[in-house]
């Protein structure tokens, strides 16, 4: 059973940074592209960033300039660093890991809240 372990959120005043990290137990983490997703209440699950096993970065429009994906495959983290924090960057964020036609896993979430 693969586990998924986030942790970094909490609360921050609009203009602040945190930095979210995931951690999944799987053995070859190179060959998982990985992702970070958010939803805020009411609204839809949207991707806000992806990094593939080769490090092909991409993101939301909305945090383009302002979060920040990485991967450090010795440790097997991912990280998502956000500066910057608007008051709609609210939501829960959440990891997930997938190896192309094989499998795909989910964190359980874990809450940003952007407030002054």
């Known amino acids: 059973q693969v586990q998924v372990a986030e942790s970094g959120g909490g609360l921050v005043q609009p203009g602040g940074s945190l930095r979210l990290s995931c951690a999944p137990s799987?053995?070859?983490?190179?060959?998982?592209?990985m992702a970070w997703y958010r939803q805020a209440p009411g609204k839809q699950r949207e991707l806000v960033a992806s990094i593939t096993g080769s490090d092909s970065v991409n993101y939301a429009d909305s945090v383009k300039g302002r979060f920040t994906i990485s991967r450090d495959n010795a440790k097997k983290t991912m990280y998502l660093q956000m500066n910057s924090l608007k008051p709609e960057d609210t939501a829960v964020y959440y990891c997930?890991?997938?190896?192309?036609?094989?499998?795909?896993?989910w964190g359980q979430g874990t809450q940003v809240t952007v407030s002054s």
């Open positions: 799987v053995i070859r983490f190179t060959l998982y592209n």
């Open positions: 997930y890991v997938n190896r192309p036609y094989e499998s795909e896993y």
